[in-house]
T-cell receptor, first 114, second 118 residues
Framework: DAMVIQNPRYQVTQFGKPVTLSCSQT?????MYWYQQKSSQAPKLLFH???????NEADTPDNFQSRRPNTSFCFLDIRSPGLGDAAMYLC?????????????FGPGTRLTVT | AQKVTQAQTEISVVEKEDVTLDCVYE???????LFWYKQPPSGELVFLIR??????QNEISGRYSWNFQKSTSSFNFTITASQVVDSAVYFC???????????????FGKGTHLIIQP
């Protein structure tokens, strides 16, 4: 089945130690998104790639970076994680960015910062 | 600015009861899309329905139905004869559409945690 895959499902990192979360997709969608979802809150868009074009949300901290080496993979890098960065990180994909484009989500990676 | 409000933080009903999840949105745009997603305990957001701002026709899909009322800026979701498997967090989301056809990311409400007791 075509899907969005996130690894690992659970990640523990230390305060200030860089961490990378990965996302891959078999849907062949040209757009990939990263959302941050803190406990009992709504998912919040961090940034997205339209093909190779990176689009950052205005309020996304500089601590968060992303890479998309090819259509299938997208990475979220947190350069110096703080305790406030503990959250579920959701990857999503869509075919295009029109308003009607449905975003399909992966299962998420739950990040713990110790 | 856009905003989605899901006033019901948590709803608990007994299996087979009907339940309605409320969603109220705010936007100054005339063209937008509304979505409902389900997030089961596994964490993955599952797409349920999409509706554009020009289509106020209600929709029914099995036990699920959606009522879109532009006059009250509401897009409510009803589950008929609820089942334990319906237990999840349900998110309503809004997406604005630019005049050129592109769109923003999704603006989500805070979600409603639905608990269906056997």
């Amino acid at each position: 089945d075509a899907m969005v895959i996130q690894n690992p499902r659970y990640q523990v990192t230390q305060f200030g130690k860089p961490v990378t979360l990965s996302c891959s997709q078999t849907l062949n969608h040209n757009v990939m998104y990263w959302y941050q979802q803190k406990s009992s809150q709504a998912p919040k868009l961090l940034f997205h790639y339209y093909d190779k074009d990176f689009n950052n949300e205005a309020d996304t901290p500089d601590n968060f970076q992303s890479r998309r080496p090819n259509t299938s993979f997208c990475f979220l890098d947190i350069r110096s994680p703080g305790l406030g960065d503990a959250a579920m990180y959701l990857c999503a994909t869509s075919r295009g960015t029109s308003g009607r484009a449905v975003q399909y989500f992966g299962p998420g990676t739950r990040l713990t910062v110790t | 600015a856009q905003k989605v409000t899901q006033a019901q933080t948590e709803i608990s009903v007994v299996e087979k009861e009907d339940v309605t999840l409320d969603c109220v949105y705010e936007t100054r745009d005339t063209t937008y899309y509304l979505f409902w997603y389900k997030q089961p305990p596994s964490g993955e957001l599952v797409f349920l329905i999409r509706r554009n701002s020009f289509d106020e026709q209600n929709e029914i899909s099995g036990r699920y139905s959606w009522n879109f009322q532009k006059s009250t800026s509401s897009f409510n979701f009803t589950i008929t004869a609820s089942q334990v498997v319906d237990s999840a967090v349900y998110f309503c989301a809004l997406r604005r559409v630019y005049s050129g056809g592109g769109a923003d990311g999704l603006t989500f409400g805070k979600g409603t945690h639905l608990i269906i007791q056997p």
